[in-house]
């Protein structure tokens, strides 16, 4: 078990050290052979799981059918119980065949002998108020003596049996208890043994996951070291390297033409006229920018101005209007004028009385 476990850890490890190789991965891919054997293993796991669930089920079914059963019978014995017993109580238990009946019958006096020729158990007639004392009778009081002597020895009887029946309720409770005692030890024994088991499984996880933190942190190293070295020498190259070293500019050939693989930077009097021509530039797009500042501004004024003019033409249109509103109000007050003058005139013209002796009506005509 062990030669398989450490065999798996290996093959995990030269997996991961695959996986962190990406020319590795580039080159051959995923590790079908791992991927494979990792679908395998879960499915597996999911088959065995759902065996287990399985079994659990089957298992839990059982239980309820046995359960069941068991209180099914439980049910059916106090049925059975209570049936045998309302029987026997009523063929056997009625009142006359109580052993106390006798105490307490009501009809004791009824069904007593009676008296021979009028003379009582004493010797002497019977009267009007001794009707009770019959001969023949017993002794009522000794009767009465032997039968609460009995009921006393029937409820020793009974006291008896009910503590035999306490001290077997005792003995089973004791026999329940040392039971479940020993049941109790079985399982803390048990429950020790698999605590102590998984405590072992533990360390031993404990002890790979140390080992796979230690070869973590040595590949961590290991990188970082490598990473350490190359950008060392990168620095070593950048600082002794014969082109970065040099001072001068540009190299020309024996012909006079620039040697393009030795160009480095431009001079200080190119570099002068480069920064000449771009301030010019900049003056440039400052004088420009200035002129349409300029053109924007004469552009407002104008409008400015166009607009003054047009609130100007607008004011003297309202005026306009205005006259010419209080002009047609002029107007229109005169023809109601002359209209109402006309309507009197009217009005008294047909008021006129004529020769005929008739006035017309107001209102109406001739």
Known sequence: ???????????????RSHLLNPRYAKTHGADLKA?????????????AAAEAEADDAKLQQAQEQVLNAIEEAKSRYRRDKQVETVQYS???????????????????????????????????????????????DLDVKEIQKKQRAMQKEWLAQQVQEKQMRAEAEREAEKQDA????????????????????????????????????????????AKREKEAMIHTRIVDKGATDERLNEVHDYKLNTKGRLIRDEYKRLTYEQEQAIHDANAQIVLEKQAARKKELAAARENDEEVMGACALMDQLQGLAQEQAKERRLRMVAENQAIANMKSQKDAEEKAAYAIWEPSGTAPRLGHGK
């Open 1 to 15: 078990m062990v030669a398989k476990i450490m065999r798996k850890r290996q093959d995990e490890m030269a997996r």
């Open 35 to 47: 991927v494979t054997s990792q679908i395998n293993e879960k499915q597996i796991v999911a088959a």
């Open 90 to 136: 009523l063929q056997n238990l009625s009142k006359e065949s109580r052993r106390e009946y006798d105490l307490s019958d009501p009809n004791r006096l009824k069904n007593a002998r009676l008296p021979k020729d009028g003379i009582g158990s004493d010797g002497r007639e019977l009267g009007a108020a001794a009707m009770t004392n019959f001969q023949g």
């Open 178 to 221: 040392n039971e479940i005692l020993t049941s109790t030890m079985l399982r803390e024994t048990i429950e020790a043994v698999e605590a102590q088991e998984a405590q072992q499984d533990r360390m031993e996880l404990l002890e790979a996951n140390k080992q796979l933190a230690a070869e973590k942190q040595a590949r961590k190293d």
